[in-house]
């Protein structure tokens, strides 16, 4: 992918491109804190800072006014314009917006959530910024992304197809013989307008210690949305180059600009060795209410899963091709007879019309006796614990 930097006021370097060449703009301006921002490296050898000060709002309004009647003019009819900022401007921004692209353009006020843990205002602590979203025409690119399903969502309801009954009502829908009729694996949740992506952690291989620097994240899902591969992305205010990295790592193209040598020097080096760091809090989640037995799904580790919250007799269901019947899983629990372990997911199947159910053993010292055999629609498949100790003991090696 072609990636440039470029030393200069943007307003200039902008006005050099052709008309309708860009795909993407996203704007991360100064936000009109009337402070002056500066960080030091961690290893205390650079010092990053840069103005954000001025005379007037009006004079603020101004600046940015002539900037983006320049990057209105060098989006394309499809391309759309992203406007971070938070609450020092944001109404007098938006504003801004409507008169340059029309507010018929705009598109979204996405709200950009992180976590903070110290405040000392006499005010709720700002946990948030502003970006807004404005599409040149009505004929943009959008791809939509989704999100997982909420751990208080039933999955395996919303794998069943819904219709409307003759009274207009929302009714899981049935076939001739009166069974559930299944939609398949689901995407899951088109994303919303508020995106909870963490800041960077301060120790963060990915953090380079420039000030308002944003995860790379961020700028991933912003590209995603309204780019595609070998598009243009320009950030005019390029500070710590992150929006050129994500380009770079999602096959975009990308031109960065900045009035600070120190930023563009450091966007150059970033790009020589792009690096994200991965977030071990997106990856867990937030949600504490979680009802899914994270001890029973370890044993279910590198198989294609969707977790079941909020159902005693059921895990887990498998991912499989749309139209297809679901394959049901739980895991038996520690001092729990497969007996019975199989009787929960054999009541808790009975109304799904599954493909298969399957019972994982991890207890092979606790069978189900001859007289009490678990239904005959739950499949039985050892774990590999338990696998590993039925076949020691055949080897005549006691418990481990």
């Not at 961690?42 to 600046?63: A, G, L, M, N, P």
């Not at 394309?76 to 409507?98: E, M, P, V, W």
């Not at 899981?172 to 909870?196: F, L, M, Q, S, T």
């Not at 301060?202 to 899902?221: C, D, N, S």
Request: glycine content about 6%.
């Amino acid at each position: 992918m072609a990636s440039e930097v470029r030393h200069g006021d943007c307003l200039e370097m902008v006005r050099g491109l052709p008309t309708e060449s860009v795909d993407l703009i996203y704007v991360d301006p100064p936000f009109f804190t009337q402070k002056i921002h500066s960080l030091v490296t961690r290893d205390r050898t650079t010092k990053f800072e840069f103005s954000d000060e001025w005379k007037s709002r009006v004079e603020y309004i101004e600046f940015l006014r002539a900037r983006l009647k320049e990057f209105r003019r060098v989006l394309k009819a499809t391309g759309s314009l992203f406007f971070q900022c938070d609450t020092s401007a944001s109404h007098h921004i938006r504003c801004l917006l409507d008169e340059v692209f029309g507010d018929a353009m705009f598109r979204s006020e996405i709200i950009w959530h992180y976590r903070r843990w110290s405040n000392s205002q006499r005010n709720p602590m700002p946990s948030h910024q502003n970006i807004f979203f404005y599409s040149k025409t009505d004929d943009y690119q959008y791809h939509q992304l989704f999100d997982d399903y909420s751990p208080s969502t039933n999955v395996d309801q919303i794998l069943q197809r819904r219709q409307r009954d003759e009274h207009g009502k929302a009714v899981y829908a049935r076939d001739e013989n009166g069974k559930v009729v299944h939609d398949g694996h689901k995407k899951g949740v088109p994303i919303a307008d508020v995106w909870d992506i963490p800041l960077l952690n301060p120790k963060a291989k990915e953090r380079v210690g420039y000030p308002t620097q944003k995860p790379i994240l961020l700028l991933e899902r912003i590209i995603g949305l309204v780019t595609s591969l070998g598009d243009l992305v320009l950030d005019p205010f390029t500070g710590s180059g992150t929006t050129l990295v994500a380009a770079e790592l999602l096959g975009r193209n990308s031109l960065g600009i900045d009035i600070a040598t120190e930023a563009v020097q450091l966007a150059t080096q970033r790009l020589e060795q792009p690096f994200k760091t991965s977030s071990e809090l997106l990856r867990k989640g937030r949600e504490t209410y979680v009802q899914s037995d994270e001890d029973a799904l370890t044993y279910l580790h590198g198989l294609p899963i969707v977790p079941v919250q909020r159902n005693r007799g059921i895990d887990a269901i498998l991912k499989i091709a749309p139209g297809e019947n679901p394959v049901l899983i739980r895991v038996q629990r520690r001092g729990e007879s497969l007996a019975d372990a199989a009787e929960l997911l054999h009541n808790a199947g009975r109304s799904k019309q599954p493909a298969t159910l399957v019972l994982v053993v991890t207890d092979p010292q606790q069978p189900a006796s001859l007289f009490n055999m678990p239904p005959t629609d739950v499949v039985l498949v050892n774990s590999t614990s338990s696998e590993l100790v039925e076949r020691l003991a055949d080897r005549g090696i006691g418990k481990l």
